[in-house]
């Protein structure tokens, strides 16, 4: 499985960092920590054959996607494991999937994950996963106490292998 996200500017980075730490030590599940997951926010999951293809695509993508703003507003859950913070999603966040998708839906051996498609995609920033129901219930406790709506700053997308997570190709947005 491949993910094309987005990442974000050193102060967005440093608050989401602090949630993702506070969950980790509220509920005793480290995974983003010990996995070294970086704050991001992935725009589509792929599956491909032949991870070439996918990054000579993605590469297309240098110097045709803007940096912007997004709204931070809401912690959630994917249950049964995952703890999130959501943007909302608004005409910048629509046209980079839109333009992911265009450049990498056509790629033979290339699949877009049906959760991760235009229209069929629920921005997120995962903060938690793995977490257990127990964790799952501290961590939300957390959020509720520290999670305060932000506006954060997208300044650059990457292309990434998971399960661990690692950089394949990543580079700034244009300002």
Not at 86 to 91: F, I, K, M, S, W
Not at 107 to 132: A, D, M, Q
Not at 157 to 166: D, K, Q, S, V
Request: aromatic share 10%.
């Amino acid at each position: 499985m491949y993910l094309i996200s987005v990442y974000f500017d050193e102060n967005t980075n440093k608050t989401i960092q602090n949630l993702i730490n506070r969950v980790a030590k509220a509920s005793g599940n480290t995974y983003m920590i010990d996995n070294k997951v970086p704050p991001h926010m992935t725009i589509t999951a792929i599956q491909a054959k032949e991870p070439e293809k996918l990054i000579t695509c993605f590469e297309s993508l240098k110097g045709n996607i803007i940096s912007g703003k997004i709204n931070i507003v809401s912690p959630g859950q994917l249950l049964p494991y995952v703890m999130y913070i959501a943007p909302v999603l608004n005409e910048y966040l629509d046209k980079i999937s839109k333009e992911i998708a265009s450049v990498t839906e056509n790629v033979s051996g290339v699949k877009l994950s049906k959760y991760y498609r235009p229209y069929s995609w629920l921005p997120h920033i995962t903060i938690g996963k793995t977490l257990s129901h127990d964790e799952m219930i501290k961590a939300f406790q957390i959020m509720h106490q520290y999670f305060v709506p932000f506006e954060a700053s997208v300044t650059e997308i990457g292309l990434a292998r998971t399960n661990p997570h690692e950089d394949i190709v990543r580079f700034d947005l244009l300002s």
